[in-house]
C-alpha cells in the first residue's frame, strides 16, 4: 500500500517518498481508462518497472501500486546495447581483475545455487539430479577453474617469426576483446549451454548479453535471477522472453553474436547478422551416426550407446546419436542387446523410470510422435515405441530399415527414437554418412585399424569418437563445433577465449635499419637486391649488395 495526494489531479501530489521520486524520474505517464496513471521508465533508470498508481478524487486514499510487465523491444534492445558499449569502453572488462571477479562470481553462484539449479533443470525436462550434476553444474564449474587457472597465459601476447623483409624487427600477436557480444542459448541444456559461453565471452574481456531459451522457462528465470545478484550488471545482462525479444536483439549491431540451437534458426541469425557485418558462432546439431562394426565388444558397445542416446536428455541433445548403421547380419545380435541393456538402466517400463528426461515440451512431443506414425515407418518399431503424451514421455524406441526418404532419416530426431540402417559391408557406411550432410559428431565403434583410420579420413563432422559417444565435450583441449550444416566456430576451453577475441597483428620497428631499397627511385641495383630480399637467400643478398647475381 502506498498513498497518494490528489488535489486534484492536475496538481498530483505524492506522499510517499519513493512514489514522488517515481513520478519525477519516469520518462512518460497516462491516464487509462481506469483512471490509473501508468508510468514508464527507461530501461537504465531504477525505477524502470511500470507501475500502476491509481488515482482519487479526494486527499490522502491509500491506494495499491501494481507491477506491470514492460516489453522488450527494439528500443529497449538498442538501450541495452548501448549501455553495454558504454561499460566496455571504460576499458573495465580488459582488465584481468575484472575478468577474474565475474568467472569466481560464477563459480560461486553454482557452488551456493546448485539445489536451484538442479530443481529448475527438474521442472524444464524432468532431468534427473545425476545428469543435471554431471552434464550441466560441473561442466560449467569445471570450464570456470580452468579458465582462472589458465587466463593470464591465455591474455599474454603470442610471439611470432618475422621476415627478413622487416629486419630488424620484432612480433606478436594480441588477443584483444571484440566489444559487445550476444548468446543466445538453447532449451536441451539450457544452463551449462547458456553459461559456458558467457564463460568464454568474459574470459576474453567483453561485456556480454545472454537470452536464455523460453522453452526452458524455469532455467531462464533462475539464470536472470542469478546472473543480477552474483556479476557485474553494468557489463553481463540476461534477457528473457521469446522470438520478439530474441528479434529485437538480432536487429541491433553486435561485435559477435553466438548462437546454439537449429540450423533454422541459424539462418536466421546469421542473415540479421550479415546486415552488419558481425562474425557469429553458430553451434548447430545435424543427423549424428554410430557405426557399429561386428568384431566390437558388444556389452561395452551397448552401454555406451544408450549413455550417447538415452542418457542423454533422452536423445534431446545436439551430440546424441541419431542413426546407427550396422551389417545386417550383427544388427539381430545388436537390437538383442541394446534391448537388454536398455531394461537393465531404466528397467521392463521405462515409462516409469526416474532416471530418463521427458521430451520438453507438447510441441516436441507431437513433432516426435509424427516421425513415430508416419506411414514409412510405424511398422519398422522393434523396441519400445510406448508414449504418454500427458506425462511428455516417449520409451526408447529402435526402428529397424526405415526408408531413406522417411522423416525420420531426413531430419535431426532430437528424441529416444534410433533408427539402424543395415548395410551389407561396414565399409559401406562411409558413402551413406556423406551422402548426408555434415554431422556435429561422428562415432566409430571397431577394432580395425584400417577402418579407424578410414573412417576419420573420409567423414567429414565436427568432431569425431572411436570406440565412445559424446566424452569428446569433456575433453577441452579440444575444440567443440560444427562444419557445413551442423555450424561454425568452435568453442571449450582455449577455444572459448579465442572465439570472443580478435587476434590483433603487432610488428615492431626501431628507426634504425631503414634501408634506402624500398623507396624511389627503382635502380636495377634496388630491383636485384629486393628480389634477394623477398626470395629469402642470404647467399642472393650478399651477390646483390656486390652488384652480382645467379644468372
Known amino acids: 500500500m502506498r498513498s497518494l495526494c490528489v488535489e486534484p489531479f492536475q496538481n498530483l501530489s505524492v506522499v510517499d517518498t519513493g512514489a514522488r521520486r517515481a513520478f519525477t524520474h519516469c520518462s512518460s505517464w497516462k491516464t487509462n481508462h ?278 542423454l536428455n533422452n536423445g534431446q541433445a545436439c551430440i546424441s546419436v541419431d542413426y546407427i548403421i550396422t551389417t545386417k547380419e550383427f544388427a539381430p545380435k545388436l537390437i538383442d542387446a541394446l534391448r537388454k541393456g536398455i531394461e537393465e538402466f531404466f528397467g521392463t517400463d521405462p515409462m516409469e523410470s526416474k532416471d530418463i528426461s521427458r521430451i520438453v515440451s507438447s510441441n516436441h512431443f507431437s513433432r516426435l510422435e509424427s516421425l513415430m506414425d508416419n506411414y514409412k515407418v510405424f511398422n519398422k518399431i522393434v523396441v519400445g515405441g510406448q508414449r504418454n503424451q500427458k506425462k511428455l514421455k516417449i520409451a526408447p524406441t529402435i526402428f529397424l530399415d526405415v526408408p531413406g526418404d522417411s522423416q525420420l532419416m531426413q531430419e535431426e530426431i532430437f528424441g529416444p527414437l534410433l533408427p539402424i540402417i543395415t548395410v551389407e559391408n561396414v565399409e559401406d557406411s562411409i558413402d551413406l554418412i556423406n551422402s548426408k550432410p555434415k554431422p556435429l559428431t561422428a562415432y566409430l565403434f571397431t577394432n580395425n585399424e584400417k577402418l579407424k583410420n578410414n573412417f576419420v579420413q573420409s567423414v567429414s563432422s565436427g568432431g569425431m569418437v572411436i570406440n565412445d559417444t559424446v566424452l569428446h565435450v569433456t575433453v577441452s583441449s579440444l575444440p567443440f563445433g560444427g562444419v557445413g550444416e551442423s555450424g561454425m566456430g568452435s568453442y571449450h576451453g582455449k577455444f572459448s577465449f579465442d572465439a570472443f577475441s580478435h587476434k590483433k597483428a603487432v610488428l615492431y620497428r626501431s628507426f634504425s635499419g631503414d634501408a634506402s631499397v624500398r623507396y624511389p627511385p627503382y635502380t636495377p641495383e634496388k630491383q636485384k637486391l629486393i628480389r634477394a630480399v623477398m626470395n629469402g637467400g642470404i647467399f642472393d643478398i650478399i651477390l646483390a649488395l656486390m652488384g652480382w647475381s645467379r644468372d
Open 34 to 311: 481506469k483512471h490509473e496513471a501508468v508510468l514508464s521508465f527507461p530501461l537504465s533508470s531504477p525505477f524502470r518497472k511500470s507501475l500502476c498508481i491509481c488515482l482519487a478524487s479526494s486527499a490522502n486514499l491509500p491506494v495499491m501500486m501494481e507491477e506491470k510487465k514492460q516489453t522488450f523491444d527494439a528500443n529497449e534492445a538498442a538501450l541495452l546495447v548501448k549501455e553495454l558499449n558504454e561499460s566496455f569502453r571504460t576499458g573495465k572488462t580488459k582488465s584481468y581483475e575484472w575478468r577474474v571477479s565475474q568467472l569466481k562470481g560464477i563459480e560461486k553462484m553454482v557452488v551456493e545455487r546448485e539445489k536451484d539449479i538442479s530443481e529448475a533443470l527438474y521442472k524444464d525436462l524432468s532431468k534427473p539430479e545425476y545428469e543435471a550434476f554431471v552434464s550441466e553444474i560441473a561442466m560449467v564449474k569445471s570450464s570456470c577453474e580452468e579458465a582462472l587457472k589458465e587466463l593470464k597465459q591465455w591474455m599474454k601476447p603470442e610471439k611470432a617469426k618475422t621476415s627478413m623483409a622487416t629486419y630488424p624487427s620484432s612480433a606478436e600477436i594480441v588477443s584483444e576483446p571484440l566489444g559487445a557480444v550476444l548468446v543466445i542459448s538453447t532449451w536441451n541444456y539450457p544452463f551449462s549451454l547458456s553459461v559456458k559461453p558467457v564463460i568464454g565471452a568474459i574470459t576474453a574481456g567483453n561485456a556480454v548479453a545472454l537470452k536464455p531459451s523460453e522453452i526452458a522457462p524455469a532455467t531462464s528465470s533462475l539464470l536472470s535471477k542469478l546472473f543480477e545478484e552474483y556479476l557485474d550488471r553494468s557489463a553481463v545482462r540476461v534477457v528473457e522472453g521469446g522470438v520478439l525479444e530474441t528479434t529485437a536483439l538480432l536487429e541491433q549491431k553486435w561485435d559477435k553474436i553466438f548462437y546454439t540451437g537449429s540450423p533454422r534458426v541459424g539462418r536466421i541469425v546469421m542473415t540479421a547478422a550479415a546486415k552488419h557485418l558481425t562474425p557469429v558462432v553458430l553451434e548447430l546439431g545435424g543427423k549424428c551416426p554410430a557405426v557399429i562394426d561386428s568384431d566390437v565388444d558388444l556389452q561395452v558397445t551397448v552401454r555406451r550407446i544408450i549413455a550417447g542416446k538415452w542418457q
